[in-house]
């Protein structure tokens, strides 16, 4: 089975990076429906996948491709763990 992580773009050029453990082409990830209501298209693109990976890995993947690309930064993105540090 395939493991994905993946970056979603919001019409308002938001992200949100995500992981799907079963591949699923049904599966946009977690983000709070109340914020990204509005928005009406997005763009789902695969950043990694493989499927000799762990659990474990995969995590600690997402973790990493989320702070490289600052999606839990409120100015940037929906991801909201890891918080964000300010530096």
Sequence with gaps: ???????????????????????????????????????????????FEAENVTDREINQMEVEFIKQNQSNNPSIGYNQWPKFKDN
Excluded: C, Q, W
Aim: hydrophobic share 40%; glycine share 6%.
């Design 1 to 47: 089975m395939h493991k994905v992580i993946y970056k979603i773009t919001y019409p308002n050029g938001k992200i949100y990076i995500g992981k799907d453990l079963v591949d699923s082409i049904n599966y946009f990830g977690s983000a709070d429906s109340k914020i990204i209501a509005k928005d009406f298209t997005i763009r789902k693109e695969i950043l």
